[in-house]
Nanobody, 119 residues
Framework: QVQLVESGGGLVQAGGSLRLSCASS????????MGWYRQAPGKQRELVAR???????DYADSVKGRFTISSDNAKNTVYLQMNSLKPEDTGVYYCNARLIYVQGEYDYWGQGTQVTVSS
């Protein structure tokens, strides 16, 4: 199992920056994929950015060039640096860890952190 604790959300004006952190209870070397998802009011949860085995990174088209996902392996922490924030980036951001076994995939989620971007 994996416990995830997020931090770093808050209120920021459009054009500003925030950095989210996600601390994992398990070595991130042993996790197949870690990423950030967000959910805006009335909308489905969507992928924002993800790191996968082999140092592959995926980004939603809407955040490419503005957001960067990174990790500090010694701290078992994944970060999401968010620059040039827009009001449409508002939502609850969730950290995700995915473990892949022969018998299936298992997703673990943090409690979420609110990001609000004012216009």
């Amino acid at each position: 199992q994996v416990q995830l604790v997020e931090s770093g959300g808050g209120l920021v004006q459009a054009g500003g920056s925030l950095r989210l952190s996600c601390a994992s209870s398990r070595s991130i070397f042993s996790i197949n994929a870690m990423g950030w998802y967000r959910q805006a009011p009335g909308k489905q949860r969507e992928l924002v950015a993800r790191m996968r085995s082999g140092d592959r990174r995926d980004y939603a088209d809407s955040v490419k060039g503005r957001f960067t996902i990174s990790s500090d392996n010694a701290k078992n922490t994944v970060y999401l640096q968010m620059n040039s924030l827009k009001p449409e980036d508002t939502g609850v951001y969730y950290c995700n860890a995915r473990l892949i076994y022969v018998q299936g995939e298992y997703d673990y989620w943090g409690q979420g952190t609110q990001v609000t971007v004012s216009s």
